[in-house]
DNA sequence: TATTGTTATACTCTATAACTATA
DNA sequence: TATAGTTATAGAGTATAACAATA
């Protein structure tokens, strides 16, 4: 750790958020939202914001929210997990995974059932009902993410995934759904 | 702690969930994601929350949140505007914008002022103690991006923006905050 | 003692309808 | 009529504390 690593070819973030509007930028009609638009946070919040309302808008008329379709996706490809298992995959609280649970199971799609190892544990796993809707799901969210590749090309979305991991897992990178 | 990170080369999108695991990842201990890992609103989702996590403990000692900080930021480099137009720029409703500003302006940290043009609405500007805050707030979140532009390289890091921005306007973006 | 699932609770964020006072 | 701010309300999402059954 020397002091080349303030010489960067990107600048340095600025300390404060006074970076001088060009004059010829008025702020009568456009809104200056300073610094924000510099910061990552910012930027991802709104792609993430805006990727999941095409998810919603999409899974609207199967009555499946994003959390949910996490939530049966691992069930679907690890059947006879216990619920903490999934709320720690997920980085759902437990304690909040039970009213989820509940409600795709009261809607025929997933499963509770006793195991014999450990009589607390609840073995989660998708009904045919629910095996039958994951196909519709993950073809949607196909459709929607093939929609992203085109806009992004191939390239420029390949790209996106290993910083994108790299600052989920810099920071404590305890939520994951 | 968990398994978010796991490498997977990026590959055209698969049409359903179906892509096999290699027989040599058991399910038992690690849990497999199935298509999660490879769309890139889950990858997106787990890094913004990641780094508002981080953002969030920091500003934790000054009791700021970072959809606060960013209501400050734009009165900040936008003083006089309007409550309906800063919940349009941020894409909070205006009727969710009230409560913030409150709690706002109960802190000192905002003015509400009457204007003489259109007494309806009210012009928003940020007391002493508000930018005074703001100050040390920016500061921190400059430290925060810095570390992120450090761990990521500036290269990657300047080039995640581009499609970032472009991923929000894909879709709606009817959501900046 | 520790853990699994659970209830109860609370706070933030988000969303809609309806009101008031202005325009 | 329309708009700015507001109130009331309701639904998700997320957080902690505490409990019963089981390990």
Redesign the interface.
Known sequence: MDSS?RA???K???????EP?PADSP?KTS??????D??????????????????FSRFEALDIR?AQY?IL??I???AG?SQT?IA??L?IKKTNLVAMIDALEARGLVRREATARDRRAHALSLTADGRLL??KL??I??D??????E??GAD??????????????????????
Chains 1, 2 share one sequence.
């Open positions: 690593l960067r070819t990107t340095p973030v600025g300390r404060d958020g006074a509007r702020a809104i200056d939202f300073g610094p924000l510099q910061r990552v946070g910012y930027v991802l919040r709104r792609a993430q914001l805006a990727v999941f309302q095409d998810f994003p996490s996706t691992v679907e490809r690890n997990l298992r720690d995959a980085g994951m196909r993950h073809r969210s196909a929607h993410e093939q929609r992203i590749v806009r992004l420029v979305y390949a790209g996106l995934f290993a910083p994108l991991r790299e600052i989920a897992a810099m920071m404590g990178d305890r939520d994951e759904g």
